[in-house]
């Protein structure tokens, strides 16, 4: 017989299924036994009668999380076992016959609560089985779902996903990078790119004039509730555009996913309103503004552009720094400051933050496209002409030649889904997290490797004391 998902059952009864899918609960009582059975796509409830005893024997030794086929017939319930706003509550399945598919160890913990009770250690050290729980899987098909929706908002706008490397080359900007070792060109390092900002805009001087990409991003950077070493991106990128353009197309996409996705949910503000930096740092304490009427309203979404940031910031030591991204453009009026090296703290970047609840969810620029003003940023930031043509050579030549005036911007989509889900940090969004010391339980990453991979590498491990 062919298999029946359990969400389809509404329309089969009547009719003799076939279910595969997993025991989720048993409850024996002697004489017949009550099973709720669960597959990708729901659950339903079972009973095993004492008049099919083959049946019956089998039930009475099945237990939590075994795998079955079951073949049974579907019934309405009697008025008065009808369980209302249940989904599936108003059948149930006189289950025929059970065939093992699989038996199962008792699981070292509960799926079928939401597991917030359970150590994060042990949920990530069993995350297959974490994986199981409704929660977690709601959450796996809502991500995919979203994924799948700004692809197509995407690509339904002239975008194409192209892919860039993940192995690539350490500069000295931004935060801190993982490193490759190469076996080919021992003593040489390849890094994981922290985002592909530097391709994408070869992309651009390349004429493909809209890029997007799911990007998986590495930093190297101590890890918080919000942050993990690595994390997914939709990464964008347009050419012949001002700022205006591309907030305008996020903020539709953005928009349109909600309402279509997520129609439970209520946007406090379209268009999305739109905060200075220094009016943000000054009403709320940070660029990135919970500026929700109501904070206990768990489907409020509070969307927000943070913009006209400044270009520059004093570090610790006093020399100048960029505030988001090295290679954004001033904003127009301020580009002949760029180029004199003057009035450095007032110059204003061509920059937008979208905010969300609180949190940064995108964040992006119009770049400079001009070689000698990507220049000028270098050398405020205190870079040798040297240092510059070493790190920097390749995009001041690309800009060089001919490459359209383009911007982009990024979404971190770990922390848009965290939000849309209510969830308490980025690791319920991903399959599989790492814990907040960097370490993966479930495969003991990071690991030792082999004296000879070591060798081959010519590398020599000094443990700090
Ligand atoms: N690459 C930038 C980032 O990772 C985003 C952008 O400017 O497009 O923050």
């Known amino acids: ?3 029946t998902y359990i969400n389809d059952l509404q329309n089969k009864v009547g009719e003799e299924v076939s279910i595969s899918g997993w025991i989720d609960v048993r409850r024996d009582q002697g004489k017949m036994v009550f099973l709720d059975l669960r597959d990708v796509k729901g659950k339903v409830q079972a009973v095993v009668l004492p008049m099919h005893t083959e049946a019956l024997e089998v039930a009475q030794r099945v237990r939590p999380e075994w ?14 076992n009808v369980k209302a706003g249940v989904p599936n509550g108003d059948i149930e399945l006189e289950v025929l016959g059970i065939e093992i598919l699989n038996e199962a160890e008792t699981p070292v913990f509960d799926v079928s609560s939401d ?7 042990t949920r990530l050290k069993y995350r297959y089985l974490d994986l199981r729980r409704p929660r977690m899987q709601r959450n796996f098909r809502m991500r995919h779902d979203v994924l799948l929706h700004l692809r197509n908002f995407y690509a339904q706008h002239g975008f194409m996903e192209i892919e860039t490397p993940s192995l690539t080359k350490s500069t000295p ?15 040489k390092f390849y890094a994981l790119p922290q985002s592909p900002q530097q391709y994408k805009q070869l992309l651009m001087a390349a004429g ?27 990464d964008m990128e347009m050419s012949f555009v001002t700022e205006e353009d591309v907030m305008q197309i996020n903020e539709a996409l953005i928009i349109d996913m909600v309402t279509k996705l ?15 930096y220094k009016e943000a740092m000054e009403k709320y304490g940070n660029d990135k503004p919970d500026i929700r009427e109501d904070k206990e309203d768990p489907n409020l979404l509070a969307f927000v552009w943070v913009v006209d940031f400044p270009f520059f910031e004093k570090t610790d030591t006093g020399a100048w720094t960029f505030t988001h991204n090295p290679f954004s453009a001033p904003k127009p009026e301020f580009m002949q400051d760029l180029m004199e090296k003057k009035n450095i703290e007032g110059i204003l970047a061509a920059q937008y933050d979208m905010a969300l609840n609180g949190f940064e969810i995108g964040g992006g620029s119009i770049r400079n496209h001009n070689p000698e003003a990507l220049k000028k940023v270098f050398e405020i930031m205190g870079h040798s002409l040297e240092g510059i043509e070493k790190n920097f050579g390749h995009m001041l030549t690309a800009l060089a030649s001919g490459t359209p005036p383009h911007g982009g911007l990024a979404f971190g989509f770990d922390r848009l889904m965290m939000i849309l889900h209510n969830e308490p940090n980025i690791r319920e969004v991903i399959a599989f997290a790492k814990t907040g010391e960097g370490r993966d339980p479930m495969m003991e990453s990071p690991s030792e490797i082999s004296h000879e991979q070591l060798q081959e590498l010519g590398i020599n491990i000094t443990k700090k004391k």
């Open 1 to 3: 017989m062919t298999r």
């Open 262 to 276: 997520y129609p439970e949910k209520r946007i406090q503000q379209v268009p999305f309103p739109r905060i200075p």
């Open 208 to 234: 493909f004039e809209r890029y997007v990409q799911v990007a998986r991003c590495f930093r190297d950077e101590d890890t918080r509730g919000d942050r993990q070493p690595e994390f997914t991106q939709i």
């Open 67 to 80: 795998v079955v086929r079951v073949s049974a017939k579907v019934n309405k319930r009697p008025e008065r």
């Open 115 to 121: 597991g917030h009770e359970i150590g994060e250690e």
């Open 173 to 187: 900007e931004g935060s801190r990078d993982y490193v490759v070792p190469s076996r080919l060109d021992q003593g």
